[in-house]
């Protein structure tokens, strides 16, 4: 007969592989293949991502629970596994050695709850039998695993299921497709959210509708980046675009939006489009002069692959490879996310288009840090795109195609700056 009620193991793996002591999907799944390989009935798991590094997460079973604090800068993981019943928690110490990679350990084992020392109470259990019971249904089993988007002070977070359809590395990120609760499948690069099903739309109208409504007749469109492919779908909803084409650098994004966010990447067939898997920078320092109705640089935030696209030199071949009334359009970073990497943007496409030259449009996206967004443009001598006129052709438009985000008021409203982004672009 055992002589306690509990078995508390307190492991220390130390030297296991950094990236994975960052992994809060990665982690979430081997505790709770751990428990479950240890004969455990998982009830839930929570599992959070810390700023800037570093993930905790209990998961509980039936049998107790499974506890993990991790520091990914020392390849440390500090874990409790602590069980009752029957349940072999050294199983759960080998398989989590072996996920985390780990080449040095330690444990300490304790018995919990002492039977000599406790004095047993005299209550009905039945019904906390039958609640057991069902917690036997796998259904029951709940998760809770967050993905965090941040910097050193802010954060957005989103519950996701802890399903990931995709995870490559690829030589420029780590691209993911993973499920949010709320927002869908999202497509994610190293740690940043880039679009999810349910709010991509916000982007990918206002990245592209304006520019095309105030240039009016653009036939020959350049996109740097993009590859989930939203943007040329937008595009490419325009009658007047005979050529789109388009520079992604990394073809794994492509791959991953293609096969798990279809209705994104949905127009990769189009006979219009000329897609090139190349280095968008390089692409522009050899681009024809004067080719380009309109240029998007639809890239990702200034860290890894994108952060040439917010150089000097970089707007400067744009500058040169639109037409004379030619229109840049770039992701602008948001003015209470990246203050920094959004005003040094605008002051380059004013050195480089002129003071006047450089509007900003403003808009929402859920999924983003702080939910505000930019695109600020360039302007080759373009009218200014808070003028347009052609106000009835735009709503006829959204009508026809059914457009959920862009309509001719928020043409114009997105151009209306706050004071505080005025202060930062001064
Ligand atoms: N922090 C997100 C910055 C936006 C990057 N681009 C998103 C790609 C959508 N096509």
Redesign the pocket.
């Known amino acids: 007969m055992s002589t306690a009620l509990g078995n508390h193991i307190l492991v220390e793996f130390m030297n296991c592989d950094p990236n994975i002591m960052n992994d809060v999907a990665a982690i979430e799944r081997d505790m709770v293949a751990a428990a479950q390989k240890a004969g455990a009935t998982v009830i839930n798991s929570t599992f959070h991502h810390f700023s800037p590094w570093g993930v905790s997460g209990v998961v509980v079973i039936q049998e107790s629970h499974l506890a993990i604090h991790t520091w990914p800068e020392y390849g440390y993981a500090a874990v409790d596994l602590f069980t009752c019943g029957e349940m072999d928690a050294w199983i759960s110490f080998d398989h989590l050695k072996e996920c985390f990679r780990s080449t040095s350990y330690s444990a300490l084992e304790m018995k919990r709850g002492t039977v000599n020392l406790l004095t047993r109470n005299d209550f009905d259990m039945s019904t906390m039998r039958q609640k057991a019971n069902e917690w036997k249904n796998p259904d029951f089993y709940t998760r809770n695993v967050w993905f965090t988007d941040k910097d050193e002070d802010q954060a957005l977070s989103l519950r996701f299921t802890g399903d990931v359809f995709y995870d490559v590395q690829s030589p420029f990120q780590r691209v993911r497709i993973l499920e949010s609760y709320k927002y869908g499948k999202m497509l994610a690069l190293d740690d940043?959210?880039?679009?999810t099903e349910k709010d991509e739309f916000h982007?990918?109208e206002m990245i592209s509708h304006p520019a095309l409504f105030t240039h009016g007749n653009a036939k020959n469109v350049l996109v740097i980046g993009?590859g989930?492919g939203?943007?040329v779908r937008e595009i490419l909803r325009h009658d007047s675009v005979e050529k789109v084409t388009m520079v992604e650098i990394d073809g794994e994004v492509i791959n991953a939006c293609k096969e798990f966010l279809p209705a994104i990447a949905a127009a990769f067939d189009n006979p219009k489009l000329e897609l090139i898997v190349d280095d968008g920078i390089a692409f522009l320092k050899n681009a024809a002069p004067e080719s380009y109705d309109i240029i998007i640089v639809?890239?990702?935030?200034p860290v890894g692959p994108a952060e040439g696209l917010f150089s000097v030199e970089f707007y400067t071949n744009c500058y040169k490879a639109l037409k004379s009334g030619g229109i840049l359009v770039a992701?602008g970073e948001s003015p209470k996310f990246n203050e920094k990497a959004f005003s040094e943007l605008n002051r380059t496409l004013q050195q480089i288009f002129g003071k006047d030259n450089a509007p900003i449009s403003l808009f929402f996206v859920p999924t983003?840090p702080t939910g505000m967004w930019s695109f600020q443009y360039g302007l080759k001598g373009a009218q200014h795109p808070k003028n347009v006129s052609n106000e009835s052709s735009i709503d006829a438009f959204v009508a026809a195609k059914g457009l959920r985000y862009y309509n001719s008021d928020i043409h114009k409203g997105s151009f209306a700056t706050p004071n505080f982004v005025k202060e930062l672009v001064k």
């Not at 940043?192 to 679009?195: N, R, S």
């Not at 639809?298 to 935030?301: A, C, F, I, K």
């Open positions: 940043m959210v880039m679009t982007y990918h993009g989930d939203g943007t639809d890239g990702s935030d992701q983003y």
